[in-house]
């Protein structure tokens, strides 16, 4: 084998390493997105209360509310009463009449989701 032909199959080898490693570069896929991003308070949660809950359950309370729901810990030491409170026919939370069932279902998959600030 002379210089060249050594030099040309260093040069073949490199290009097939290079072709294989760029291959498998594409069989892994980029991260999605969020096809199963988890609810957080943050994100999805917070505006849901503010909008719906801290008029009376603010700091301080208004109207005869027990407590204020105005932090992340404040509302996630309560999700066990507010769960019932917001799907109930009869005594609903906020007192107007239910949300949405999909404000309803964010709540409730908060919960799931294991109660995620962030
Ligand atoms: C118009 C004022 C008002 C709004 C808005 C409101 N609440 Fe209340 N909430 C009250 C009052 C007054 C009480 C106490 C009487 C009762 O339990 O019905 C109460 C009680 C509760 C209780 C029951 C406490 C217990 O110990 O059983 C929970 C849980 C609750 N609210 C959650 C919420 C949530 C969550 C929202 C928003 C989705 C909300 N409330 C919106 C006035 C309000």
Same mark, same amino acid.
Do not use: V
């Given at each position: 084998m002379n210089f060249k032909k050594i030099i040309y199959t260093l040069a073949i080898s490199g290009m097939i390493f290079n072709c294989s490693s760029n291959s498998n570069?594409?069989?892994?896929?980029?991260?999605?997105?969020?096809?199963?991003?988890?609810i957080t308070y943050e994100a999805n949660v917070? =505006?849901?209360? !503010?909008?719906?809950c801290v008029q009376c359950h603010g700091n301080p309370t208004a109207n005869g509310a027990p407590f204020s729901l105005t932090t992340f810990t404040l509302v996630k030491n309560r999700i066990d009463a507010i769960i019932p409170r917001i799907? =109930?026919?009869? !005594?609903p939370m906020p007192p107007t009449g239910q949300m949405s069932s999909s404000n309803r279902n964010i709540i409730q998959q908060w919960k799931d989701d294991?109660?995620?600030e962030n």
């Open positions: 570069d594409d069989l892994t896929p980029d991260p999605d997105p969020d096809p199963n991003a988890k917070k =505006s849901i209360i !503010s909008g719906n799907n =109930s026919s009869s !005594s294991g109660l995620l």
